[in-house]
């Protein structure tokens, strides 16, 4: 497997416009992971998904960020209308379940997003 | 608010020096992960801890568990340039033992050499 996948690996925007990021999970794997890196902020967990399903999006900065799963292997991480601050590495990251255990396994990193907002 | 608090938060050393890097939950866990990232790369799975009290080495890394699984930590024997990075702890949030895994901010180790 070639891994998690993310696209695009770098992405410079004017604010206010609109952003997708992407991320092609691990087949098989039933959680996926949308964090955001900042030196400030470190590594928050934006929102989550478990067999395709929205989880918890508390971590979802305010109504200008959007999350789909549509499929097992595919989620768009979407962000419109577009601020300076929201430029941070977007890591997107999936993760299999253990079976009998009820607990999570090792979560797997895409390579990031890197966006930065002129 | 942060679940999770780490401690450093940056450690400079001398290349041979130990290093440790300490993680505390404001509530029990289920089990807690470490990871390490590489300057301009991703967190890269290291290894997972369940049982209270459990220890756990990988060559010159030794990772622990408290007996409370409310508190871990990692600490690195005769550091190398290699060991260079950020080493995160991570636990489930959330109410259940699964699921919200959250990060700590993370401790930023640099080796002089």
């Known amino acids: 497997d070639a891994g998690v996948i993310q696209s695009p690996r770098h992405e410079v925007t004017e604010m206010g416009q609109e952003v997708t990021l992407r991320c092609k999970p691990i087949?098989?794997?039933?959680?996926l992971f949308w964090y955001r890196q900042t030196m400030m902020r470190g590594l928050e967990l934006l929102i989550y998904?478990?067999?395709?399903?929205?989880?918890?999006d508390s971590g979802m900065p305010e109504d200008r960020f959007s999350a789909k799963m549509p499929n097992a292997s595919f989620s768009t991480l979407k962000i419109q209308p577009s601020e300076p601050r929201d430029s941070a590495v977007y890591f997107c990251?999936?993760?299999?379940?253990?079976?009998?255990?009820?607990?999570?396994?090792?979560?797997?990193f895409g390579q990031g997003t890197r966006l930065t907002v002129v | 608010g942060q679940q999770v608090m780490q401690i450093p938060q940056y450690q400079h050393v001398q290349e041979g020096e130990d290093f440790t890097t300490y993680c505390n939950s404001s509530?029990?866990?289920?089990?807690i992960q470490w990871y390490k990232q590489r300057p301009g790369g991703h967190p890269v799975f290291l290894i997972q801890?369940?049982?209270?009290?459990e220890v756990k080495k990988q060559k010159r890394l030794t990772f622990q568990f408290g007996e409370a699984k409310k508190n871990s930590s990692l600490h690195i024997t005769a550091t190398q340039t290699t060991d260079v990075g950020t080493y995160f702890c991570?636990?489930?949030?959330?109410?259940?033992?699964?699921?919200?895994?959250?990060f700590g901010q993370g401790t930023i180790l640099t080796v002089h050499p």
């Open positions: 990251a999936s993760t299999p379940r253990a079976t009998g255990l009820s607990m999570n396994t090792e979560a797997f």
């Open positions: 087949s098989g794997h039933d959680y």
């Open positions: 998904f478990n067999n395709n399903v929205p989880i918890d």
């Open positions: 509530t029990t866990l289920s089990n």
């Open positions: 801890l369940v049982k209270s009290g």
């Open positions: 991570a636990g489930p949030y959330g109410g259940t033992s699964y699921g919200k895994l959250t």
